[in-house]
């Protein structure tokens, strides 16, 4: 009993469990603010180009 005791202490003493779940969240925001960037400059350089190409049809 002493023994499941200690093991319980060094359990609730232990730092690795919280921390893995912190990297797990920062990992997660880090991956929907590049994916919102990603799309955010895709939707601006196909409208870029798509500008462009409008000119460059409508001035030959």
Avoid: H, W
Avoid at 2 to 14: D, E, P, V
Wanted: proline share 2%; glycine share 4%.
């Amino acid at each position: 009993m002493k023994n499941f005791a200690m093991k319980i202490k060094r359990f609730l003493k232990s730092e690795d469990g919280p921390t893995a779940v912190e990297y797990a969240v920062m990992l997660s925001l880090i991956i929907v603010v590049c994916l919102t960037a990603v799309t955010s400059i895709g939707k601006n350089a196909s409208s870029s180009f798509n500008n462009v190409a409008n000119q460059l049809g409508t001035s030959s």
